[in-house]
């Protein structure tokens, strides 16, 4: 009877195994999925931008390695986490979207980042730009219009630990003044002109990266400097799609 015993303990604990082990086996392989999706991204979309496109590949190291360690799949609708790292936009919802990997990195290349810049983002959205800027700089500033996006992000922000950023629902064509001036301003959504608020609320050295022009017609995204004494120098580097500015409407 002893044998019997024995080989019923031993099924039960196989049992056991088979139903706990893969279990854990696929929440890791799918971390492990996740991450080298981003290091895929980042190698062929990002870095090697200028074999695929003629487009200028990202080089600078520590936004690579903030695009390698965003988890992008996290600001992303559920239904479209098995995209989150193509080499597309990807819709969140009331006409927005979440811009394209190489696009958020270039952006964030140009802005020519350090540790201690504090930087003002204009349009939320699911808070993935804002996201990438936090692991460079000392704080981020985010503004966005559509309120339901901004509650939205401001608790994505505060369960993935993002100390760091602070959101606002608002129209950003006005930035945030408290807290201005900015290192540097980028914009993730394009108006017809570039706004004057934002050029003051941008520190004296300070850069401005804004794609500018009218939905559906060519829209340049721009590079504004401001020199040490205040004038301003602007420079197109390359043809973009934006989502156009959402305005606050006038009552």
């Not at 020519?112 to 993935?128: A, D, P, Q, R």
């Not at 401001?226 to 043809?239: A, D």
Request: a positive charge; charged letters at 25%.
């Amino acid at each position: 009877m002893k044998p019997r015993v024995c080989i019923s303990t031993t099924l039960l604990i196989g049992f056991l195994l088979l139903i706990t082990i893969p279990q854990l086996s696929l929440g890791d392989r799918s971390n492990a999925y996740y991450e080298a999706k981003r290091r895929e991204m980042v190698a062929t979309q990002i870095d090697a931008r200028s074999v695929k496109d003629g487009r200028i590949g990202v080089k600078d190291k520590q936004v690579l390695e903030a695009m390698s360690r965003t988890l992008r799949h996290e600001f992303v609708r559920t239904h479209l986490k098995s995209r989150a790292y193509f080499d597309s936009p990807l819709p969140i919802g009331y006409d927005q979207t979440i811009s394209q990997p190489y696009i958020v990195a270039y952006m964030t290349e140009s802005l020519k980042l350090k540790k201690e810049h504090k930087v003002l983002e204009v349009g939320t959205g699911s808070g993935y730009q804002a996201a990438v800027l936090a692991k460079l700089v000392d704080h981020v500033y985010t503004i966005e219009i559509i309120k339901e996006l901004s509650q939205s992000a401001k608790k994505r922000m505060k369960d993935l630990g993002y100390e760091n950023v602070t959101v606002k629902s608002g129209d950003g064509y006005y930035g945030w003044e408290k807290h201005a001036p900015y290192d540097a301003i980028i914009v993730t959504a394009a108006p017809d002109h570039i706004p004057p608020p934002l050029v003051q609320q941008l520190k004296p050295r300070g850069v401005m990266c804004i794609p500018v022009g009218r939905q559906f017609q060519t829209q340049n995204l721009t590079l504004v400097q401001k020199t040490e004494g205040g004038s301003v120098k602007t420079k197109q580097v390359m043809w973009v799609s934006f989502v156009p500015l959402t305005r606050k409407k006038k009552q």
